[in-house]
């Protein structure tokens, strides 16, 4: 087979999100893995190669208009979650996103196969989307083989100086919409704890998910428990992760949750909210409740608090499990996606 995928998400801001590290993992994962078929690349600005047998769009937004209307071959789409349109009361999308989603619905109803992360998403998109359960694939993401232990005690106290990391703090990486329940772990974080704060989004004041969070901080006095890093590197985040006491997931909602997969690979321990896609992938994770912050004052307790011995013990549970999610397997459940697509056209 021949297929041509879309690399829009490798431009622009999306190269720098999470959309933009698993198209990028995934093309490197395919012709690694499964090169006895071709690939091609194009981006929205381009026509779809004409020799292409399939065409996969592994970027799918609700409220923009990622997918062709008329297709020329047959389509792929991977849509990580649609946790927007599951709770439309924190996600405000306006009239013109709405229009956009009736638009973005149509097109991914024509689509011959769809890709999820999980089966929590799964089932969230047969719900909204419409799409029959026999039309959507379940493929497990895997984190970077950069997310290991890391013995260099240069390059871990590099990234410590770089970004003024305490001996010890609590870990999170990711967005700030409402769905990651930032302002809950703020609100039970215990007083005095340093959190480290990893993404892009907490050093963009415009957004008004990160204007709430900082008027939290003010108002609870925490601006010097907080340390916010901005966008990092791949490398250092790998290492900020071997550096920190634990690493808390507190969503509410999750399409997978691929920061606790790096956080076992890297060796740190994990404190992981309940429900969602994360009851498919956190494993040995120390399991809170994200709506009740006592409970997840207490995770964090034990998680900064645990002995040496079974720290360690929860480590090598947490090696063991990551194991199972590879690159390899990614690639491999992808192409199978592709050949049922591909079967299906003819």
């Not at 190269?15 to 395919?30: H, N």
């Not at 993404?199 to 969070?213: M, V």
Request: proline fraction near 5%; hydrophobic fraction near 40%; glycine fraction near 6%.
């Amino acid at each position: 087979m021949h297929i041509a995928i879309d690399t829009t998400s490798l431009e622009g801001e999306h190269r720098d999100r999470g959309i933009g590290s698993y198209t990028g993992l995934l093309i490197e994962a395919l012709q690694k893995y499964e090169n006895k078929h071709s690939y091609s690349f194009f981006t929205r600005k381009q026509k779809v190669p004409k020799s292409a047998d399939i065409v996969h769009y592994p970027y799918f937004d609700p409220f923009f208009l990622t997918l062709p209307l008329v297709k020329s071959k047959p389509v792929v789409v991977t849509v990580h979650d649609v946790i927007p349109l599951v709770y439309p009361e924190y996600f405000p999308s306006g009239v013109r996103g709405k229009v956009k989603w009736y638009i973005q619905r149509a097109s991914l109803r024509g689509a011959r196969r769809i890709i999820t992360d999980s089966f929590a998403s799964k089932q969230d998109i047969q719900k909204i989307v419409g799409v029959p359960d026999a039309l959507i694939d379940t493929v497990y993401l895997a984190p970077g083989d950069i997310f290991r232990p890391i013995n260099d005690k240069k390059e871990l106290s590099s990234v410590q100086r770089k970004y003024q990391l305490p001996t010890q703090y609590l870990l999170y990486v990711g967005d700030v919409n409402w769905n990651k329940n930032v302002i809950g772990l703020l609100r039970a974080k215990p007083k005095g704890l340093k959190l480290v704060l990893v993404g892009k989004s907490f050093k963009s004041d415009a957004l008004s998910e990160t204007q709430r969070i900082n008027a939290l901080i003010h108002a609870i006095q925490a601006d010097a428990d907080i340390i916010r890093t901005g966008y990092v590197t791949d490398a250092e985040l790998a290492a900020i992760y071997n550096l920190a006491t634990a690493y808390i997931q507190p969503s509410f909602a999750e399409g997978f949750g691929l920061p606790v997969l790096e956080a076992f690979s890297s060796g740190c321990p994990v404190i992981c909210a309940r429900g969602s896609s994360l009851d498919e992938i956190a494993g040995p994770a120390i399991r809170v409740d994200a709506s009740d912050q006592d409970a997840i004052f207490q995770g964090i307790k034990i998680a900064i608090n645990i002995s040496i011995g079974e720290r360690e013990k929860l480590r090598q549970k947490q090696f063991t499990w990551v194991r199972q999610f590879t690159w390899r397997k990614t690639a491999g459940a992808t192409v199978g996606a592709y050949e049922k697509a591909f079967g299906d056209s003819n």
